[in-house]
């Protein structure tokens, strides 16, 4: 017999396994050894303005450290608040809204389409979109995560009958709630701190205070800048210990690389140096 309590266990679960099926155990990006101070923050943003007027931008690690946590805080983009979570159908295809607090880059929301079938008291997903604000994920990637979600479900055993589900909006407000329960339902950046050496950025954000034991978020990827066109190639994204599997990687990159490629760039060289990044203004 379907309950709702098994509908809302069911929900919560693919929320769950949605959050951690592109990540597996692996060696996650390391936070660079440098210290947060509003000195080194103030110092180096005298740098980039004195720099950015003369043509010529190089700022330390630390520098850069920082001013981008001071950044953050002094424009409220360290902290993350779940106002609410909304829940439609529209036939088969489930669509659901996590709405924030307060916009960060403009980013209000982040929503997932999908459909959530069961067969032989197996349950499937097939997501259809992924959105955080006006961005949207290129199916290459929906394809593959649908892929590894559904291969672990398949060791799950429901015991729901065949057909197609829907989240309620009542149970959106039961996951809702049980974020809030169990202090989930907000995370706070403490610092980013940064490293720069053989043109990789090292990037980390480590939070004020774990959540499911996650206690930061790392990016490690190649960055240049040239001839007016930009670069970028992530090597590791990391959230605690784990990782984003290699082959969702490649598909990230190639969505980076598309977008670079459409957009006009200033007359910028970047390199990442030995603990410095340098910006300049090509003539």
């Known amino acids: 017999m379907i309950t709702r309590k098994s509908l809302f266990v069911v929900a919560a679960m693919i929320l769950f396994v949605v959050g951690l099926s592109a990540c597996a155990p692996g060696e996650s990006v390391m936070a660079p050894d440098v210290e947060i101070s509003m000195d080194d923050a103030v110092a180096g943003q005298a740098s980039f303005m004195e720099g950015w007027a003369a043509g010529s931008v190089s700022l330390s690690d630390t520098e850069a450290s920082s001013l981008i946590t001071e950044l953050m805080k002094q424009n409220g983009l360290n902290a993350l608040h779940i106002d609410s979570i909304d829940a439609s159908m529209d036939g088969n295809v489930n669509n659901i809204s996590v709405n924030l607090g307060q916009s960060i880059a403009g980013i209000d929301s982040v929503g997932i389409e999908g459909s959530l079938m069961s ?133 990230i990159n190639d969505q980076i690389s598309a977008n670079l490629g459409s957009i006009p760039m200033l007359p910028l060289s970047v390199e990442a140096g030995d603990g410095s990044l340098m910006i300049g203004m090509m003539q």
């Not at 197996?122 to 990637?141: F, K, N, Q, R, Y």
């Open 119 to 251: 067969d032989g008291g197996i349950l499937s997903v097939d997501i259809h979109g992924v959105h955080a604000g006006a961005m949207g994920v290129m199916p290459e990637i929906l394809g593959m995560v649908s892929e590894q979600i559904n291969a672990q479900l398949a060791g799950i055993p429901a015991g729901l009958p065949d057909g197609a589900y829907a989240l309620t909006p009542e149970m959106a407000g039961q996951v809702m709630g049980m974020l809030q329960q169990m202090g989930l339902d907000s995370a706070e950046v403490a610092a980013v701190k940064t490293g720069f050496d053989g043109g990789n950025v090292h990037l980390v954000a480590e939070l004020a205070s774990p959540v499911m034991g996650v206690d930061s978020l790392g990016v490690d990827a190649a960055v240049s800048a040239g001839d007016g066109m930009m670069n970028v190639g992530l090597n590791n994204l990391s959230a605690g210990n784990l990782v984003v599997d290699g082959g969702i990687l490649g598909l």
